[in-house]
């Protein structure tokens, strides 16, 4: 289900821990996992837990808790605004509304083209730079229309080094 490259990669996770401590790879197998397939399906998900030896349930817990995992196929920019305090108090709502109205789509979904996804997530620890949002391994600080306009033509044009 999973390629040499990921199951090296996973048992690389598993071995900083302990034998009793298996669960401390899971955060790391689930990433590695969703990055080979893209999104965690529920067979994917059992799979990780086999390859850890965890029952089923630790890792459907893990992975069904946190907004980085996916649980369905995703765009392939995903737009995660923060909507916790410091970012609702410096206008996240209107950002969501903004993006919400360029790309035609809700929290939690898609472009039809498969280019755009948005999600709301919890705070993602840049409060000061509110409102905020994670794209890729990468944040976006001090959120504007302006700005969001900008990164999204950048995005559409095909750009991948947005900044
Ligand atoms: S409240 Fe948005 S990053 Fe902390």
Known sequence: MLSEKSLKAIAFERSKYPQEEARSAL??????????????????????AEIL???AIQAFEVATFY???????????KLCVCGSVSCFLNG????????????GIGPGET?????????EVECLGA????PMMQLGDRYYENLTPESLD??????????????
């Open 92 to 103: 996240s709502d209107q950002i969501i509304g903004h993006l919400s109205k360029t790309l």
């Open 127 to 130: 409060c000061k730079d509110a």
């Open 53 to 55: 030896g965890l029952p």
């Open 111 to 119: 472009t039809a083209d498969g280019l755009f996804t948005l999600q």
């Open 150 to 163: 900008a990164l999204i033509a950048q995005l559409r044009g095909g750009s991948e080094d947005v900044r």
């Open 27 to 48: 955060l790391a197998a689930l990433r590695i996992a969703q990055e080979e397939q893209g999104y965690l399906r529920d067979e994917l998900i059992e799979y990780v």
């Open 67 to 77: 907004t980085m995992y996916d649980l369905k196929p995703v765009g392939r920019h």
